[in-house]
C-alpha cells in the first residue's frame, strides 16, 4: 500500500513538473530549460555602415533589373543615428529611412545586407563618421534618373559608391559605362528613348545596385531572398 502512495505521488510530482515547465516555456521563451536560444532580431545583426539591397517595383526599377540581369534594384547604407538604425538612400528626394520602413517598400519585403570583409578594421567610428558627414551633402538633393556621375543630383548605387570613396577611401568595385548593360531589353530600351530620346550617353560612367552586390570586398551577413 505504501509502495502505491508512492508512486501515485511521485507521478503527480513528475506530471506537475512537466505541465509547470511547459508554461514557462510558453510565457518566458528563452527560459534557458525550453532548449531553444533566442533568436537574433535583424536590429542585433546588422552593423553601422552595412549595405542593404531590395527588389523595387517601379517600371524604372524593373528596367534596372533587366538592364543588369539582377534581382536588386534598389541600395541604401545603413546608419546608426542616435541609437536608432536608418538607411541612407538616393530617391526622391535623398533621404534617412528608418530601417523597418524601409524594408517594407521592397518586393515581398525581402533584402539582402553585405558588409565590407575586414569591416571590423576598416569601419572605425571615425572613418563611419566621415562618411555620414561627407553623406549630409546630399541629403534633400533630387534623385537622378538620368543616371549622370555629377554630384547635383545622385541615384542609389552611386550614392554608395561615393560615400564608401570619399569617407572611407575604399572603391567597392569597378565603375563601368552605360553601354555595358543589357541595353536591348525593350522595358530598357522605352526608358532610354523616354530619357535621353535618340541622344544616349554611352560612355557615361555608372555603378548599379548589382555590381555593389558583386564586390569581391563584401560578404553577405543577411538574405532574406
Known amino acids: 500500500m505504501k509502495k502505491m502512495k508512492y508512486i501515485f505521488l511521485g507521478t503527480t ?32 545583426k546588422v552593423q553601422d555602415g552595412d549595405i542593404i539591397f531590395q527588389t523595387s517595383e517601379s517600371k524604372q526599377c524593373e528596367a534596372v533589373r533587366n538592364a543588369t540581369n539582377s534581382k536588386f ?8 543615428i542616435n541609437d536608432r538604425k536608418f538607411v541612407f538612400e538616393a530617391v526622391q528626394p535623398v ?4 530601417l523597418d520602413e524601409w524594408i ?44 549622370e556621375w555629377a554630384d547635383n543630383r545622385i541615384y542609389c548605387s552611386e550614392l554608395v559608391w561615393k560615400i564608401y570613396k570619399t569617407g572611407a577611401g575604399i572603391e567597392l568595385c569597378p565603375l563601368q559605362e552605360l553601354k555595358d548593360f543589357n541595353l536591348k531589353d525593350e522595358r530598357v530600351q522605352k526608358i532610354l528613348k523616354e530619357r535621353y530620346g535618340n541622344d544616349i550617353p554611352l560612355t557615361e560612367k555608372v555603378v548599379s545596385p548589382s555590381n ?14
Open 212 to 225: 555593389l552586390a558583386d564586390s569581391n570586398l563584401l560578404k553577405t551577413v543577411i538574405d532574406t531572398y
Open 95 to 98: 533621404k534617412i529611412t528608418l
Open 73 to 80: 534594384s534598389h541600395c541604401g547604407i545603413i546608419f546608426f
Open 13 to 44: 510530482f513528475l506530471i506537475s513538473f512537466c505541465c509547470a515547465l511547459y508554461v514557462a516555456t510558453l510565457v518566458f521563451p528563452d527560459n534557458p530549460f525550453s532548449g531553444t536560444k533566442p533568436q537574433t532580431t535583424l536590429s542585433e
Open 104 to 147: 517594407k517598400h521592397g518586393k515581398e519585403n525581402k533584402y539582402v545586407v553585405k558588409r565590407l570583409k575586414n569591416a571590423e578594421k576598416v569601419l572605425t567610428a571615425s572613418t563611419l563618421q566621415k562618411m555620414k558627414d561627407y553623406g549630409q551633402q546630399f541629403n534633400g538633393k533630387e534623385y537622378d534618373a538620368y543616371f
